[in-house]
């Protein structure tokens, strides 16, 4: 049975989040020391300007107007032995002032080798959100009690395949899950977890085959055409009709020209006037 190793994902991801910044901040840090022990102009941050006008009605300070540092003691020579100090301000984008780390070859390969995990942490972690969301064809089990009466409400422990999800008039997202000895129930999609995404349905595809049997109306049949989810068949007596593997589900391995026996649901066949209405009352 698959395992949901979610967390364990999520915590390898902060870790490797958490190193990225950590590995950015000495960045950051050295940049400080450098600019501390050169003595860097507190006026204008090592950038050579100051703002002498803004309005308080732009948040980007597209408005402001600059002008040359004020601090006599520093020059370009000063500026280039402290570097520019690592706090930016919003006109450090408008004057293209931003401090960015600079790394060596080696921590660049360190930080690119870092990047490829979050990133591989990523993709993993939505596929194992994706394997574990509810949805039909997954066991599942009722972890929380409903509301309503205590008659209508399933008990909490039922285990079940997921045979269908759909939203009823309130809005309210309801599943019907099928459990092992064919009884259905019908629980909110917000009271159930997936236990098993990747289930052996044999007892279920049991079920339905037997239920086929005993419910539906068998039919001899050319498979003219397949399509991703539904089959084109031509009956004996010439009757041509479309039919969805759901509904049929050995069509799936049958091949086009193949002429097979297919057990069509009643309702179906109903539809299509194989069986009379009369008939299956």
Wanted: glycine content about 6%; proline content about 4%; some cysteine.
């Amino acid at each position: 049975m698959a395992v949901n190793n979610i967390e364990d994902l999520t915590s390898q991801l902060s870790k490797a989040k958490a190193d990225r910044f950590s590995f950015q901040e000495k960045k950051k840090d050295t940049a400080h020391q450098r600019f501390n022990d050169s003595n860097g102009c507190r006026t204008c941050g090592g950038r050579g300007w100051v703002v002498i006008w803004d309005t308080l009605d732009s948040m980007s300070g597209c408005y402001a107007e600059y002008g040359d540092c004020t601090n006599e003691e520093c020059t370009s020579e000063t500026r280039e032995l402290s570097g520019m100090s690592p706090i930016n301000s919003k006109y450090d984008r408008v004057r293209g002032t931003i401090w960015t780390p600079s790394f060596t070859e080696d921590e660049q390969k360190s930080l690119a080798e870092i990047d490829k995990r979050i990133t591989s942490l990523e993709r993993e972690i939505r596929h194992v959100e994706a394997l574990w969301t509810p949805k039909k064809g997954v066991v599942a089990r009722v972890v929380k009690a409903g509301a309503g009466p205590m008659s209508r409400r399933t008990p909490v422990g039922t285990e079940g395949l997921i045979v269908r999800l759909f939203q009823n008039d309130w809005g309210t997202w309801k599943i019907i899950l099928l459990d092992s000895d064919g009884k259905k129930w019908w629980p909110t999609l917000k009271n159930i977890e997936v236990i098993d995404p990747e289930p052996d349905t044999s007892v279920w595809d049991e079920m339905d085959k037997r239920e086929r049997q005993e419910k539906g109306y068998p039919v001899v049949v050319t498979l003219k055409k397949k399509t991703g989810k539904a089959a084109l068949l031509r009956t004996t007596t010439g009757v041509e009709l479309w039919v969805p593997f759901s509904q049929a589900a050995e069509l799936k391995d049958a091949k086009e020209r193949d002429t097979v026996s297919v057990m069509l649901p009643m309702w179906l066949a109903v539809k299509k006037g194989f069986v009379t209405p009369e008939k299956t009352a």
